[in-house]
């Protein structure tokens, strides 16, 4: 009775069978037959058959056999797929590399940086970084070169600049590696597409965990998981679930890591993929190392090395070698434990070592073609608009060059005009400086004086200052012929001319000069006699009327790297006095232009980075009396 039961269940489900592939043969022969060029709707036929291999290869038997190139490309591209998820990595080289030629033959390019992507992302998985970067970069540069780019081409950039950041990501360029997802993150979130929202999330996961954000990476993984439950990707909360694992380990919550590895074992089992399940493998036998389970460890560590070992996964042989090093160096057996560092080592060195010399000669090659490639583009367009503007155009082109020539005479005339403006400022404020400094009033003063001392037939000291006084005229003339000075050259000069004025006060002016030794007066330009109006005001406003004990300070010194500050200190009756006195005399007598000394200070400063500033503090005392005044000026060095 069993016996005919099963007889007639085996017949039953062979019916069944073969009515289906009686089926799926029938919609080949239709897809055949009829030549659809449309990929879309071969997909939507396909869509849910695509892990038969079987009917693909149907599909690209019965295609070649009528050249229906759409029908082998579809079919090539979906068994390069199925062979990639079950990591039989040349099988799916060789079915993608066939629909790359028929993409190119039917001249789809949509198609072709898709293709180009799924190579790359092939030699990625085996860490052949070379030829992933190489296909990467061959689909990005098609991808931005199309106008109008459709939605599938948004996502085929997003993909290239996803990819691009996980082989940067290989190399431990992690900040090169986040700039790229950033920029692929912004596609995926226009288009609002979870599934690339997830991976992105992922990958930007890992990027911060290289550079040892782990808490940063372990949002992001949240994030990415999120996204993953959203659409119900199996396959990203196994990736999720390892990487958590991993993270949870780094921040030595072993147990908590166990438990998310464990979570996903099944799953990843399940699904078969082999890049992903060895990656499981060596996150749980990690844990359990942690743990000191090591029998189960070394268990699930000798399976994730073997699986590795056996599909050609570059990064978990690495990982798998380094893991049992540190197992074997717990069990203390040094031997196996030197043996599997070792083994790392060697395999970890060789891959970094061409993987440097990869991101050099890459990146530089990379740049060249762009820049080769941008420069021909650029030469094509000039081309191509000057034969327009030549054959159809030459009127505009004659009103735009009269609008040019226009133009430039009214820039030139304008910019003519303010450049005489400001010499013709420059003349006046020279002259301006020069009557300041020579004023009726100081050269009758000094003439006196000196005058004094030959009427007193004081020959020497009549001598020394007529020859004082003559230096003096000399340097201001040639101050009205410069623009700026230097330093020392200015201090000499307020030396001559403190001096002289000092005769008038029966050299009863303690003047003086206190330099900071750390600066160079020789390198320091400042605008010529700029401090003599400052002086002035000090002998007439706050010494004049003082009785004994007159002083006058000039302290020069370096405040920052951009700035020195020039102190001009009395010790007269202050500025509150003076203006009382100024008010009750019938005829007030002018100081030496302050407001002529700002405006040369501006003119000086405009073409200075930084800007010059003038204060003035009363110096008091305890009980709020006079003590003086000083002035504070700040020169800018740049």
Known sequence: MKSKLFTLTFLFLSIISFSQKKEKNKQIEYLVENKISSLDIIDSVFRKKREDKDLLEQLVKRSKENAYLEGQFYGSNALGRHYRDRSLFNKSLFQYEKALIISEKIKDTVSEV???????????????????????????????RIKNPTVSIKKSISISQNSIGN????????????????????????LGHQLGLAINYQNIGRANEGLGNLDKALLNYHKSLNYNN????????????????NILIKQKKYNQALTTVDTVLQAAIKENDKYYLSKTYNALGLAQLHLNKLTASKDNLTTALNIATEFN??????????????????????KKAYFYYKKAKEEGAKTLN???????????????????????KDLAKKNQ????????????????LSIFALTTVVVFSVSKQKRLKNEKRILSLKQDALRSQMNPHFMFNALNSIKLYIIENDKKKATSYLNKFSKLMRKILEASSIQETTLAEEIETMELYMSIENIRFSNEIDFSVIVDPSLNLESIKIPPLVLQPFLENSLWHGLSSKGKDKKMTIHIHKISSDYIQIDIADNGIGRDAAAKIKAEKSINRKSVGINLTKDRLTNFSKNLINDYSIIYKD???????????????????F
Request: net charge positive; charged share 25%.
């Open 385 to 400: 608009i000057a034969q327009l503007q030549i054959t159809r155009n030459r009127n505009l082109w004659i009103m735009a």
């Open 167 to 190: 082989i940067y990501v290989s190399l431990r360029q992690y900040k090169l590696a986040l700039n790229e997802f950033s920029k692929s993150i912004i596609t995926q979130r226009e």
């Open 114 to 144: 898709k293709v180009l992507n799924a190579i790359g992302s092939v030699y990625r998985r085996q860490d052949d970084i070379r030829n992933a970067l190489n296909y990467h970069q061959r689909a990005l540069d098609k991808a931005i």
């Open 230 to 245: 959203k659409i119900d990707s199996k396959l990203g909360r196994i990736i999720c679930g390892y990487r958590i694992a």
């Open 619 to 637: 110096l008091k005392d305890e009980n709020n009396n006079a003590l003086g005044t000083k002035v504070v000026i700040k020169f800018p060095l």
């Open 354 to 376: 061409d993987r440097n010399v990869l991101y050099v000669s890459e990146l530089t090659s990379k740049y060249n073609k762009e820049h080769s490639e941008n420069q021909i």
């Open 313 to 334: 996964i570059q990064a978990i042989i690495v990982q798998a070698n380094e893991n049992l090093a540190l197992l074997n160096d717990k069990k203390k057996d040094y």
